[in-house]
């Protein structure tokens, strides 16, 4: 074999190396995967990896991502969030070529992707939008200047029974109020389901009650943090699909698209009906890269075939910690199947 830089014996601790020709996009992430390899078979503490594509593609499709590791950054307590989806999130951001310009998220609800690609820079800015009013009366207090009022109503209401009522029982004149009513409400009911006839939480985590899931500062923290963010956010009011054309001949803007789903939206959503089929048309209309996250029926892996689009399954937990199967669906999924990938080697590393 011809010398080259990479055979000299004394660039990795292991001995002599081979030339193997590998896809540019994953030379960084194989350098440090053959780092960690040499270090632990060379008896040495393994060091961080340079860059932390170890935390980018910490996906499996069959194992559900714990949550516990994922930053908790929405006020909300969403029904159908997706923080479990984080790592994927990541990861495919991570694999293109060319950094997004923007990240549009339609239907927005506790906006935790959102968040993370603002807080993350993964995209040079962000925007959401969300139709119902009483969640947009949130993002908008946050990103409209009142953020103080709101988390120091937050950090000084006191939670009982009576005073939910009085707040959740009276018409809300304005919008910083709509605001905190709207908080209280996602937290003192179950599941955090804001859909009419969600009755609020009775035994709750532990026997807290109506305390199981209000944490004044916590909540209080979050809303603020995200204040101090607001430069790379922009929110809308109002309808999903307008968004999704607004910046569908932007080439580099990508789209994480996480519509109301098929079979629970109903009891879930205040605003669930849409036409899915579409939304997919919408989407197959776009010039940048998307995203969509569906719940696992016939329909939606029809819908998918219908336009040509690629997807896959993929495991997480619902609210009650039961094991689930999500769709994923793009127009290329191999960045999700790479991701996957290094996740088994990395696996194999750490045994």
């Known amino acids: 074999m011809p010398t080259s830089s990479t055979t000299y014996r004394g660039k990795w601790r292991c001995g002599s190396t081979t030339v193997v020709r590998v896809p540019k996009k994953l030379v960084a992430q194989l350098m440090d995967y053959m780092q960690v390899l040499d270090e632990k078979f060379a008896g040495l503490p393994v060091e961080k990896p340079r860059c932390d594509y170890f935390t980018a593609s910490d996906v499996s499709r069959e194992r559900p991502v714990n949550v516990a590791t994922i930053p908790q950054r929405s006020p909300f307590r969403y029904p159908g969030g997706k923080t479990w989806f984080i790592p994927y999130v990541r990861s495919w951001l991570h694999s293109k070529e060319t950094r997004s310009s923007v990240l549009v998220e339609p239907f927005a609800g506790g906006a935790i992707v959102s968040l993370t690609t603002g807080f993350e820079q993964l995209a040079d800015h962000v925007v959401m939008a969300e139709l119902d009013p009483n969640v947009a009366g949130v993002w908008r207090a946050i990103f409209g200047g009142q953020t103080e009022w709101l988390a120091t109503r937050i ?197």
């Open 155 to 351: 950090e000084q209401f006191s939670l009982t029974k009576r005073n939910v009522a009085a707040v959740l029982d009276q018409p809300c004149l304005t919008q910083r109020e709509l605001a905190f009513a709207t908080i209280l409400r996602n937290r003192v009911q179950r599941g955090g389901i804001m859909a009419p006839g969600a009755g609020l939480v009775k035994e709750g985590e532990n026997g807290r009650g109506l305390h199981s899931r209000w944490y004044p500062e916590t909540l209080a923290r979050r809303i603020r943090e995200i204040a101090m963010q607001r430069e790379r956010f922009t929110f809308f009011e109002g309808d999903g699909f307008e968004i999704i054309r607004r910046y569908a001949d932007v080439e580099d803007a990508t789209f994480f698209v996480d519509p109301p789903y098929t079979a629970a939206a109903r009891r879930l959503y205040s605003h669930w009906e849409i036409d899915h089929a579409e939304l997919f048309k919408t989407l197959a209309g776009v010039k940048g890269d998307f995203l969509l996250t569906y719940d696992n029926t016939r329909e939606i892996r029809d819908l998918a075939e219908e336009f040509g689009f690629e997807s896959e399954t993929v495991s997480m937990k619902n609210t009650h910690h039961a094991k689930m199967t999500e769709l994923i669906i793009g127009r290329d999924l191999s960045w999700l199947r790479e991701a996957a990938h290094s996740r088994e080697i990395q696996t194999q590393i750490a045994l």
